[in-house]
Structure formats: structure tokens, C-alpha cells
């Protein structure tokens, strides 16, 4: 009997008008900074190394280059966080 009375209301509850709509997507700004330099893959592994024998494990801070048109991943800096366990 208890079933009968809860889908009437999860009904009304599902069929209710968004308060919110949406028309077109924002428009962001893509920032480019030309002075940040890529790693290469000899500093990305030594720093790595040094975050391991820290007993502290490796974090890769990554930014967007936009290379022949298309827009690429890069590693700029390699940051040091304490383990989780």
C-alpha cells in the first residue's frame, strides 16, 4: 500500500520544470603564456627520481601549447606531495 502512495510522488518530484536552462555555453578566454617552458624528458625523470628517494611521490604540473594548430599537453613543472596511504 506504502509503494502505491510513493510513485505518484517521486512522479511529480521527477516531472518538475528546471529553474535553470541554458542556451549557449560560456565563452572562456583560452590564456596562452609563451614564457613557459616545456621540460624535457631527462628533467621530468631526474626530478621524478628525486621525489621517490624523498619517500614522496611525483606530481606533474601540466599546460596547454597550442603546436602546428592543435592544442598539446605539456609538463612545465614537477611538484613533491607527501604519500597517501
Not at 565563452?27 to 628533467?43: C, F, G, H, I, Y
Not at 619517500?55 to 603546436?67: Q, S
Amino acid at each position: 500500500m506504502r509503494i502505491f502512495l510513493l510513485i505518484p510522488l517521486l512522479l511529480v518530484g521527477c516531472s518538475s520544470t528546471p529553474t535553470h536552462t541554458y542556451s549557449n555555453p560560456p565563452t572562456v578566454q583560452l590564456m596562452l603564456d609563451p614564457k613557459a617552458q616545456q621540460m624535457s624528458r631527462n628533467e621530468v625523470i631526474q626530478a621524478t627520481i628525486e621525489c621517490e628517494t624523498s619517500h614522496m611521490r611525483a606530481v606533474p604540473v601540466t599546460t596547454k601549447r597550442l603546436i602546428s594548430g592543435m592544442m598539446s599537453d605539456i609538463i612545465i613543472d614537477v611538484q613533491c606531495f607527501p604519500r597517501r596511504f
